[in-house]
């Protein structure tokens, strides 16, 4: 791609969005397949600040959510860690907030590899991905492993800032000003344009497909 210098595909999402979730092995296969297409990543705070309990009602409709994805992308889920919560707020922006305290710490590049150990600590680990200490405890190891020098101590307290929180709100306030009410949803800027990819979960070919597709409606450039 002759704009590829010029170009950043963008993921909107959360990482206790159960479509997300379910999306992540397909979106790690696109950007396998297009290394030098920048990704950047926007959470969107699918329940940011909720502070209903969940009810069985609610755990009911999760469960629900989850077989769908499950049925979908083959990502497997445990369900008896998420019968086994009480007393349980289902508010994203704590993880939400992980995420944009590794992107601070450690930019970028490295954040798919964050949002799917959250992922899987959530969905698969049943961690409680809402409580400081253990997203510290996650998201450090990742960091770590990936060479950035950060311990959980550190990444707690830069999570608990207030510019962290104010910059976690930014991206929440920059998802909606360009529209997106649902995730995952992919984007793709161009210079200055923003084009819709996909919204929803989609295999990497149809993304592929997509992407080849807006690029053909572009005018050529010298």
Not at 109 to 134: E, I, K
Not at 185 to 192: A, I, N
């Amino acid at each position: 791609m002759e704009l590829m210098e010029l170009m950043e595909l963008i993921y909107v999402a959360d990482p206790m969005c159960s479509w997300c979730y379910g999306f992540g092995k397909e979106l790690s296969a696109l950007v396998t397949r297009f290394p030098d297409l920048p990704l950047g990543v926007v959470v969107g705070g699918l329940r940011a600040g909720a502070t209903d309990i969940m009810d069985d009602a609610a755990r009911n409709v999760r469960l629900q959510h989850w077989a769908r994805v499950e049925q979908a992308s083959g990502m497997p889920f445990n369900r008896e860690g998420l019968l086994a919560r009480e007393d349980f707020v289902y508010d994203t922006e704590p993880v939400c907030r992980a995420v944009v305290t590794a992107r601070i710490l450690a930019g970028q590049d490295n954040l798919l590899a964050v949002f799917d150990a959250l992922q899987h600590a959530f969905y698969m680990d049943a961690l409680d991905t809402t409580d400081g200490g253990v997203l510290a405890g996650i998201t450090s190891q990742v960091l770590t492993r990936l060479g950035y020098g950060v311990d959980a101590a550190a990444f707690e307290a830069a999570w608990r800032a207030p510019a962290t929180v104010a910059e976690t709100q930014a991206d929440f306030a920059l998802a909606r000003s360009w529209g997106v009410t649902s995730f995952p949803t992919l984007l793709l800027r161009v210079g200055r344009e923003l084009h819709g990819i996909t919204t929803g979960y989609a295999s990497a070919g149809m993304i592929e497909h997509r992407l080849a597709s807006v690029l053909e409606q572009m005018p050529a450039r010298a």
